[in-house]
């Protein structure tokens, strides 16, 4: 949120920045060692010391896991939901009403009861507000991390557009980042769906335009893939890589290769689209984000062709031409938006990095909503 701030080109101090997660706060700290951190629980702050900071704006990512698919879905039952719940039971008492509001969190929020309550907070206080499904392809990043966001102002200071009750896939078009239409369809790009069982060898069936399936998924699946690589709005993953990676480093160990070959999200330099990394990303291979296939002169369809005859021997120096290897955390922070003088502390390790970027977001989507949110109606003088 902070580097969004100033991403946005807005001039602004950051006066608090609240967070209870040790391992996020020594990297915070790393990064802004001037802007006040209260190692704290929201709820934990009082009226009185929220009252003296007399901020203007509120930006704030609650807990996702009480809204998300693959969760519990306990929405405002969830103990997680306390500190937001807080933050709206605190909001109409505060000495001075924020003038902004921004809030990010997962894709599912939307029809929580959690959602419902902030809207009826944020009507009662007389704020209007808008509503947003955006993922990074929208601004040309060859990324899928599908977010909710909700920009709020107070109702004397109108926005820049006309706001509809409905949720935008698209910025408005009075912020010259809109791509139009298109962007509506880029924004809803989804994670592989696993159909069977991954431990289990297919044979490729034949899908549209001649294509082969060489791994787990439907000729839907395929097309989309294809799409989303010939949409040339997009930039190439190659624009956010490391020019000097240790390989061997992130190579997928040979375990991994074996089990998982058949639902492995495999990206190219030259592809322009990748799948959302989740904290569990270089840990975990199932549904954790792309792999990347380093080695630009074998092709992966022959490879795969062959494995249906092979030993697992056999397999594994098959897949091994390949050079299939994790993102380096740099590069899941650049497809995020994070500047090159963002970094970590040394002691913070590479599974810890992965984490912390995992549940992070996309500065630019988050620095472009700001900016939009301070932005005067064009008529105003």
Known sequence: MTLS?????????????????????EVYRHNFPDTPLWAKSIEGISLKELDSLSFDMILMSPPCQPFTRI????????????????????????????????????????????????IRTLEDCGYIYQEFLLSPPCLGVPNSRLR???????????FSFQTSNTILEVFPCSDTSGRGASSRARSLGGTLQVTADP??????????????????????????KRLQDSDSSVQTLQDFLEEKVEISRYL???????????ILDIVTPTCRRSTCFTKGYGHYVEGTGSILQAAADVEMSSVYNSLETLSDEEK???LSTLKLRYFTPREIANLHGFPSVFGFPDKITTKQQYRLLGNSLNVRIVAKLIALLLQPPQNAT
Not at 5 to 25: K, M, Q, W, Y
Not at 204 to 210: E, I, M, R, T
């Open 316 to 318: 594994l120096a098959a």
């Open 252 to 262: 997928l160990p040979p375990k991994s290769l074996i089990r998982y070959a058949w």
């Open 148 to 158: 909710y966001f909700l920009i709020a102002k107070l109702r004397m200071q109108p």
């Open 199 to 224: 431990r289990r060898p297919v044979r490729p069936a034949q899908g549209g335009d001649g294509a082969y399936l060489y791994k787990l998924e439907t000729a839907e699946q395929l097309e989309r």
């Open 5 to 25: 701030v100033s991403e946005s080109g807005v001039s602004a101090e950051v006066v608090a920045a609240v967070d209870v997660n040790t391992i996020a706060n």
């Open 71 to 118: 969760g519990l879905q306990g929405d405002v039952s969830d103990p997680r939901t306390k500190s937001f719940l807080y933050v709206l039971e605190i909001l109409p008492r505060l000495q001075k009403t924020p003038g902004y509001i921004l809030l990010e969190n997962v894709k599912g929020f939307e029809s929580s009861e959690a959602r419902n309550k902030m």
